[in-house]
């Protein structure tokens, strides 16, 4: 037994010495090519050359570019480590690995971040670090203007994103560390290219979209370089780790041959984002398809694009021939043959990541160089003095008409690109299982398609041209999403389809199905999903929004009306799934109680509706009363016009609602007496017949008490 076992493991311990040695050093090389190419753009576009009136010195203009690029690749890895110990590896060494890759790199991107917001500062200022008054100025910047402000908080969120990262354990700890990153990276997007200029919430969406999947995609398969680097090297000691393996080089192949499919998963979608996100940065920057082939910046923009399709071919590489590979790698063989073919694909795998990190840094260099650089269409133009356009970033659109409501498009990359996920995910998810022989309902697909076409068109249509402009229109966008989608979306039975369509994992790493099911069944989400706690929130939510702050920073700030929206959705999901919902979830009341629980929803909706009617303060006044509209009611006529659509609009969803429970109640009753009848032919009428036998005792009993 001894001799067969050590003949077994030797070809697969091997495996370590076949990666080849280029892969180790793929990440020093990739900060290298990525501040070659943003010299080189640099150079192309003159963006770092020393001004006509005064020059904060060479070595701040180049220094500043230089501390970015870098600075990027740090966040990158940061968000890929977290996300990969959170969602490609189980605990063990692999998970601690990815942490501390994580908790080096933000340290780096704390540090370069001070770099950059000196040296920011210096370029904005055109003052030189040594002059007396840099100090008070700096000070200044970082706490009175916005950029400073950004700045500085990107540098203490990555600070602290390095403790937390290192003091936290398994994929919880890291799923919540990575919301700081994040966060960081909103910052990053609200300070980009046009921030300040029309199209305000375009450009940052865009920018944030951008920015996550590419720190997603470069971070993820930095960490997975940087994995497939520790799977060479066996463990010194030789030891257990938390989840049992040993350690050695054939836990390591293990390990990372999982994590590949999965973050091949991943980089396809942060494709798709960048990709989407970049052709919309460019429509915003460039003036026209001839700013596109006849400016430097539009040479950038082609140079970006040619490199983004060549990481997307070798992404394609990597799923046609290395990932299927790899899948056999972790199938434990016994043949020398078996062994080598796994080497084979380690190795195919090593050469296609080296160049493929190569290649991201050239990416991460040019787009660099890209934000350093003055597009054709400047960022400060303000073409329109209006009211509207000071208020929104965007021209009065025309009149309101019925037609409008339907022709009247205004693009929110984050919401698009998130509407057009949801309907593909669903699909290929139902698709599996009807490759695989088994139904799911058309009409649930109906249902959850339908209601994410509705929530493109609420965050991309006419509620949200109008709905910046007028109550009235924000109120109808606000009742669509908050009863009429929730109620599509829940009948769509999602959960379900995904514990069908996803396998579970056996290594003791976190998925989606994992990750979904541990939050349907843990302490928080049972508390949210109960049936009461569920109506508190849908009902009182509305008048904590509109009756504090909430609603105007809703209005000013991007970043509050992402918030608006995933909240009044959310809050009807979690309200509808607890009255119709098909998914697990929340213990569900009896019937008779969601019939109640709806018709106070109603009434709560009656009631907020007719108090808006009445109301003759205007609501966020600063916003809606300067817009300066020559069509249309006046504001608080329009207030009150909200109101009513609140009451009478809002109602019809709800009554649907309740159509829907007094239906799933007849069902339920039909169902228990089929129940009951199927129970009465396999016993004969058992349950009748004792009933009929008590009530027979029960009158003998009286009849002899009477005597």
């Known amino acids: 037994m001894t001799a067969t076992s050590t003949g077994t493991d030797a070809p697969r311990r091997r495996l370590a010495g076949l990666l080849p040695g280029a892969l180790p050093g793929a990440l020093p090389g990739a900060a290298v090519v990525a501040l070659a190419f943003v010299v080189a753009a640099g150079a192309l576009t003159s963006a770092f050359a020393a001004g006509a009136f005064s020059d904060p010195g060479a070595l701040v203009r180049w220094g500043l570019p230089v501390a970015q690029t870098l600075g990027n690749l740090a966040a990158a890895l940061t968000l890929g480590g977290l996300v990969a110990a959170a969602g490609f590896v189980g605990p063990g060494r692999f998970q601690r690995i990815a942490l501390t890759t994580a908790a080096a790199s933000s340290s780096a991107w704390a540090l370069l971040g001070v770099v950059a917001l000196v040296a920011q500062y210096s370029v904005v200022s055109l003052t030189p670090p040594d002059d007396a008054a840099f100090g008070p100025g700096l000070w200044k910047y970082v706490t009175e203007f916005e950029l400073g402000r950004a700045a500085l908080i990107i540098v203490v969120l990555a600070a602290v994103t390095a403790m937390a990262a290192l003091a936290v354990r398994g994929a919880r700890g890291a799923l919540a560390v990575a919301v700081m990153p994040l966060v960081a990276l909103a910052y990053q997007a609200s300070t980009g290219h046009a921030a300040g200029a029309a199209g305000h919430s375009l450009a940052v969406g865009a920018m944030f979209l951008h920015l996550v999947g590419a720190a997603l995609w470069v971070g993820g398969l930095g960490v997975i370089a940087v994995m497939v680097v520790a799977a060479r090297r066996p463990r010194p000691d030789g030891g257990a780790d938390e989840d049992g393996a040993d350690g050695g080089a054939d836990d390591g192949a293990d390990a990372w041959a999982a994590a590949v499919p999965r973050f091949s998963v991943v980089a396809g979608w942060c494709l798709a984002a960048v990709g989407f996100s970049g052709v919309v940065s460019a429509w915003i920057r460039l003036g026209s398809v001839g700013d596109l082939v006849g400016t430097r910046y539009g040479w ?146 109906i249902s959850w398609c339908s209601g994410v076409v ?51 994992r056996k290594d003791g790493s976190r998925g989606p199905r994992e990750w979904t099911l541990g939050f349907v069944h843990s302490r928080w989400g049972r508390l949210v999903a109960n049936p009461i706690v569920a109506a508190v929130v849908f009902v009182g939510g509305m008048i904590l929004f509109y ?28 309200f509808a799934n607890a009255l119709v919902g098909i998914d697990p979830g929340p213990q569900r009341p009896s019937h008779p109680l969601r019939i109640v629980l709806l018709f106070a929803s109603m009434a709560f909706h009656a009631f907020f509706g007719v108090a808006l009617m009445s109301q003759t303060t205007l609501l966020a006044a600063s916003w809606f009363g300067n817009m300066g509209r020559p069509w249309g009611d006046s504001a608080i006529v329009d207030q009150q016009l909200g109101g009513s659509v609140a009451w009478g609009i809002g109602e019809l969803p709800t009554l649907a609602l309740a159509i829907t429970v007094a239906v799933m109640w007849t069902k339920s009753d039909e169902r228990e007496a089929k129940r009951r009848d199927r129970q009465a032919d396999r016993t004969g009428d058992a349950e009748l017949a004792d009933y009929n036998a008590m009530l027979a005792k029960m009158a003998e009993r009286d009849a002899r008490n009477v005597d």
């Open 300 to 445: 950038l923009v082609l140079a970006k694009a040619v490199l983004l399709a060549g990481l997307g071919a070798l992404g394609l590489v990597h799923r046609r021939r290395v990932v299927g590979h790899l899948a056999r790698l972790r199938t434990r063989g016994t043949a020398d043959a078996g062994d080598l073919q796994r080497g084979a694909a380690a190795r195919l795998f090593a050469r296609l990541a080296a160049v493929e990190v190569l290649v991201m840094g050239a990416v991460s260099g040019v787009a660099v160089g890209l934000a350093s650089s003055a597009p054709p269409v400047p960022d400060d133009v303000v073409v329109d003095t209006s009211p509207a356009f000071r208020l929104t970033g965007w021209p009065l659109p025309p009149e309101l008409t019925g037609a409008r409501w339907v022709t009247e498009w205004r693009l929110d990359p984050l919401f698009a690109f998130a509407c057009v996920a949801g309907i593909v995910v669903y699909l290929m998810w139902a698709h599996r299982l009807g490759r695989r022989g088994d139904r799911w309902p058309v009409g649930r697909t």
């Open 454 to 504: 509705i929530v493109a068109w609420v965050t991309n249509g006419g509620p949200a041209v109008y709905g910046e402009v007028l109550f009235s229109a924000h109120m109808v966008g606000h009742m669509i999403l908050a009863l009429l989608v929730p109620m599509l979306l829940v009948l769509g039975a999602p959960i379900t389809l995904l514990m069908r369509a996803i396998p579970a």
């Open 547 to 574: 009756y504090t702050p909430a609603f105007d920073w809703s209005l000013r700030s991007h970043v509050g009306h992402v918030w608006m929206v995933v909240h009044f959705t959310m809050a009807g999901y979690l």
